[in-house]
């Protein structure tokens, strides 16, 4: 059974940098598309970054450019640096994964599937 356990979560203000980790715990071989996803108060959950098992990567627009997706060689952790961030980013973010190599990181960002496994998520606050 995957697990996934995000953390560094806080708040910040305008402008500043924060990195949110994904801890992945029971790990199976396999390939995997993961991704962040945030949902913030009264709105519906979006996903905002994605990395297939190669290493590609995709990115909404509201964070394109300001943040970024990594995981380690170890395929322990999944990363998220948030860099200039802005109070609309304000949410929880849950980090995910899909089996599979069948979906790429833009259909993660745009398109409809499952998602295999969710965490339990960290709320970043952006104060302005």
């Known amino acids: 059974q995957v697990q996934f356990v995000e953390s560094g979560g806080g708040l910040v203000q305008a402008g500043e940098s924060l990195r949110i980790s994904c801890a992945i715990f029971?790990?199976?071989?396999?390939?995997?598309?993961m991704g962040w996803f945030r949902q913030a108060s009264g709105k519906k959950r979006e996903a905002v970054a994605a990395?297939?098992?190669?290493?590609?990567?995709s990115y909404a627009d509201s964070v394109k450019d300001r943040f970024a997706i990594s995981k380690d060689a170890g395929k322990k952790f999944l990363y998220l640096d948030m860099n200039s961030l802005k109070p609309e980013d304000s949410a929880v973010y849950y980090c995910?994964?899909?089996?599979?190599?069948?979906?790429?990181?833009?259909?993660?960002?745009?398109?409809?599937?499952?998602?295999?496994?969710w965490g339990e998520g960290t709320p970043v606050t952006i104060s302005s």
């Open positions: 990395i297939d098992y190669e290493g590609s990567t």
């Open positions: 995910a994964a899909v089996r599979g190599t069948w979906l790429s990181p833009q259909l993660m960002i745009s398109g409809q599937y499952d998602v295999d496994y």
């Open positions: 029971g790990y199976t071989e396999g390939n995997y598309c």
